[in-house]
């Protein structure tokens, strides 16, 4: 490829001429300043989406002219933009564009959308789909219940603890790997019922993937219950987990009303529409539903 490569030689990418982007693998300069790039604007979070030049050299440990540079061709394609709060700078349109372009493109959120709409319209209340981002759950869709109130937090590419969400023990109980970097770092506690000892923790989690399902009875969100089960894809691997969350009041009533099979049946369904074997009965149940 030659010739203008666009936005990539402006921000430095690329010192002009020939564009071939197999050299990036060979060439330190240039991989040094794609992720130069990718620390600026990974410095923007939940905890500080708005951050001024200097907040972003902290964050990144560049120097102000060159995080300067970078940010200044970020903000010219709209990748950043000037926020509401003195010198600094937020997120842009154009991220939120691309993120929008991978959400469609998870098949995983397709499939389970129509069998999340109908358990949300049954139960009458919020329903999650969320995966795995770290010691994080990021969520990936959120069907608002029909008598919602404002009690959650959530929103779709929001991140929560893994550890103290239904949606995170879910992902955690079925990965390893994941839940041994959970238990070596500081767990923190949002409310007086967050388990936060690794031992209990471990034991929890074990009884997650045993029983299939999780709870949350306001670990998160004091007032906030939580019942989760685990998506699986073709292969049987955990890829997401789907949810039910709601009032104290009326989603603990729920729980020994038949909520939680609900919810670890309508995850089995969705697995069958991803292929998984293990969920041919609840493909059966779902192909039933439609005809």
Not at 158 to 167: E, G, K
Not at 173 to 184: D, S
Request: overall charge neutral; hydrophobic content about 45%.
């Amino acid at each position: 490829m030659t010739g203008d490569c666009g936005w990539f030689i402006n921000l430095g990418f690329f010192s002009g001429g020939d564009c071939d982007f197999h050299q990036v693998k060979t060439n330190a300069y240039r991989t040094r300043s794609v992720e130069r790039v990718l620390a600026v604007l990974n410095a923007f979070t939940e905890a500080g989406p708005n951050l001024t030049l200097m907040q972003v050299c902290e964050a990144t440990g560049l120097t102000p002219s060159t995080a300067y540079r970078l940010m200044a061709n970020l903000v010219a394609r709209g990748y950043l933009e000037p926020g509401r709060e003195g010198n600094a700078y937020r997120l842009g349109l154009t991220v939120i564009r691309l993120a929008g372009v991978a959400l469609g493109q998870l098949d995983v959120r397709v499939k389970a959308a129509p069998l999340m709409d109908e358990l949300r319209n049954r139960t009458r209340e919020t329903v999650h789909l969320a995966a795995l981002d770290g010691r994080h759950i990021i969520y990936l869709e959120k069907l608002e219940g029909l008598h919602a109130i404002g009690l959650m937090s959530s929103r779709v590419g929001r991140t929560a603890p893994a550890h103290c969400t239904a949606l995170g023990r879910v992902l955690l109980a079925f990965n390893p790997e994941a839940t041994e970097e959970i238990l070596k770092g500081p767990l923190e506690a949002p409310t007086p019922r967050t388990v936060v000892d690794p031992k209990a923790l471990r034991a929890l989690l074990a009884r997650v993937n045993e029983q299939g399902y999780a709870l949350d009875l306001g670990e998160h969100e004091p007032e906030v219950r939580c019942v989760a089960a685990p998506v699986r894809n073709h292969s049987g691997a955990v890829i997401a987990a789907m949810s039910v969350s709601g009032p104290a009041q009326r989603i603990e009533p729920m729980l020994t009303e038949g909520l939680v099979t609900e919810v670890v049946h309508v995850a089995r369904a969705i697995s069958g529409l991803l292929g998984y074997l293990g969920s041919a009965m609840a493909r059966k149940i779902v192909e039933t539903r439609t005809v």
